[in-house]
């Protein structure tokens, strides 16, 4: 199993462009449904006219994801019966100990770990206070997983001397990944300020995750908004315009925490969402991957709640704390709303 997000060289289009032959987009009951209660409680109502939940958005460019893939959809029901880290049977080529009657990950995989593996210079950029630290990212994926999360010396990287734009092919590092892997890792994610790419056809790929190995790679080499792209040439990047660093900060931060925890989610078994307008949404570009939601909606929560095990109004909670201590607004307004729905309607 596999998931990239990846840019080919096409072109774009400015006006409304239909879904993927085939496709159809659910309705709201369908995508209700699809969370997978019959009763479905506050924590995971999306609302009355999905007041924090909005439908996924017609496609803007033949590049979108919906506009390109016939996606099915995994409900919580199909989550379940088909993901490997709940079954009764260990997972391949895991070494750890394992708990067969174990609810969730925490019980069956007890002192399992998520690996962040910084790869090159990451943190190179670290005298810039418009950049966050891959520590900020280590506590946001655990507050996002509710699970342990240990950031692993910098890999040094062997690239070429002369100037100019790089580009690394993901295969070679998912090798180097594979003989760093740890017993007691859930997964071991790569991260790296050096732009990838995979075919040959790519302008370039965010990241590659083998789910069968557990290892995942990706670049944020392309997430800074000050910088702009060439459509055409993977090698032309030039810095576009001047931000605010605490601005700066915030959205490349935003960006980061939500690439890393929706590939996560793919190692983990969930697949690209289509319920509602979520994190685990596909993504064609970076337009489309920037514009999406940083939450889980409630199809997809329900699923990481099963799998991971935790309380979903403490981790609602976690998560508000991380966006308040970095200044994002948006994020804060949006967990302070929702949690405000769950409990004030619990309270009644």
């Known amino acids: 199993m596999s998931a990239a997000r990846r840019t080919r060289k096409r072109k774009h289009s400015e006006s409304e462009v239909p879904f993927a032959a085939g496709f159809r987009l659910p309705t709201l009951k369908q995508s209700r449904d699809a969370i997978g209660l019959s009763k479905i409680p506050k924590m995971y109502d999306p609302g009355t006219e999905s007041a924090h939940f909005k439908r996924i958005p017609q496609p803007i460019s033949e590049d979108d994801w919906l506009a390109q893939y016939n996606e099915k959809g995994q409900s919580f029901k199909n989550f379940t019966r088909t993901c490997r880290w709940i079954s009764c049977r260990k997972v391949k080529y895991t ?25 090159g210079d990451f943190d190179q950029l670290c005298w810039d206070s418009s950049y966050p630290s891959i ?12 699970l342990p999360v240990v950031v692993l010396p910098a890999v040094k990287l062997k690239l070429p001397t002369k100037k100019g734009h790089v580009q690394l092919r993901v295969d070679s590092i998912h090798g180097l990944l594979r003989q760093q892997i740890a017993d007691d890792a859930l997964c071991l994610i790569g991260l790296t300020m050096v732009d990838l790419f995979e075919d040959e056809t790519d ?4 990241g590659l995750a083998a789910g069968n190995q557990r290892v995942a790679v990706f670049s944020f080499a392309r997430y800074d908004p000050s910088l702009s792209f060439s459509t055409e040439h993977w090698y032309d990047i030039w810095p576009s315009k001047q931000l605010d660093p605490l601005k700066k900060k915030e959205l490349v931060l935003q960006r980061r925490c939500k690439l890393l925890v929706h590939e996560i989610a793919h190692l983990f078994g969930v ?66 709303s929702r949690l405000a729905f769950i409990t004030e309607s619990e309270a009644r």
Not at 135 to 146: C, H
Not at 203 to 206: D, E, K, R
Request: some cysteine.
């Open 95 to 119: 070494r750890q100990k394992f708990v067969s009657d174990g609810k969730n990950l925490k019980q069956r995989y007890p002192d399992g770990k998520i690996y962040l593996q910084p790869l």
């Open 271 to 336: 697949d690209q969402c289509i319920w509602y307008a979520c994190c685990m949404n596909g993504s064609g570009h970076l337009a489309e991957d920037f514009a999406q939601p940083i939450y889980l909606c409630p199809v997809d929560l329900h699923k990481l709640q099963q799998l991971c095990g935790f309380d979903a109004v403490d981790r609602y909670q976690k998560l508000l704390e991380f966006f308040k201590k970095h200044g994002m607004e948006e994020e804060t307004r949006w967990f302070e």
């Open 135 to 146: 520590d900020d990212l280590a506590d946001y994926t655990e507050r996002f997983y509710s």
């Open 203 to 206: 302008l370039f790929v965010a």
